[in-house]
């Protein structure tokens, strides 16, 4: 099995596995992630069965830019892309709109979709090559998220494709996740991000 320290680039064949469709366990900027590509419906299908998630609930995607928000039909005013630069890269979830009935697979009916760019180049350069990645917490539904990736094997076992591992993760707050809606922000869940910019 792949091991990589954080400080590593990610390898060849995990990008490879990644834009094929397949799914692993990864350290992104905030907690260990089981992630997969956010634009394959059987992917998603994949990732949501291997960690027992509910299914009416959308997780979070990392993009590598704002201009990625294109690919899930969600439109911003340039004073809003400006807005969304006082967070981005950094440990914050943005929620948007999203009412594309063809991207049900990812917002579960709920009209709405996450977004964070990570504040983290090695994960940012694999993105700009995988494309956005769907990316929730590395723990079944309800259990503590894995703090190494012997817990996280202990999790998935042979479910998903790959592991890397970087080794203790200390940190225990997901991403901060605000929601836009008519140009304005408003807190959902306050998490590892402590300043919000006032807008």
């Not at 490879?16 to 692993?24: D, H, M, N, T, W």
């Not at 900027?29 to 992917?43: F, K, M």
């Not at 009916?109 to 964070?116: I, N, P």
């Amino acid at each position: 099995m792949h091991h990589a320290k954080r400080e590593n680039e990610f390898s060849a064949d995990i990008i490879s596995v990644l834009k094929k469709g397949g799914i692993g366990v990864l350290a992104t900027d905030t907690l260990y992630g089981l992630v997969g590509s956010a634009l394959i419906p059987e992917t998603v299908d994949c990732l949501y069965t291997a960690r027992g998630r509910p299914s009416n609930k959308p997780s979070i995607i990392l993009i590598s830019s704002v201009n990625e928000l294109e690919k899930f039909s969600v439109k911003i005013q340039p004073e809003t892309k400006k807005m969304l630069l006082e967070y981005w890269p950094g440990p914050v979830s943005i929620i948007f709109p999203c009412i594309d009935e063809k991207l049900k697979y990812l917002h579960k009916g709920k009209k709405s979709l996450a977004f964070r760019i990570p504040d983290q180049p090695q994960l940012q350069n694999l993105l700009k090559q995988t494309g956005p990645l769907l990316a929730p917490s590395a723990n079944l539904e309800g259990k503590p998220v894995a703090r190494t990736i012997q817990e996280a094997r202990r999790y998935f076992g042979e479910s998903v494709d790959f592991y890397v591992d970087s080794g203790l993760i200390t940190t225990t707050l997901p991403s901060t996740i605000l929601r836009l809606k008519d140009g304005k922000m408003s807190l959902v869940r306050k998490g590892a991000h402590l300043f919000i910019p006032t807008s």
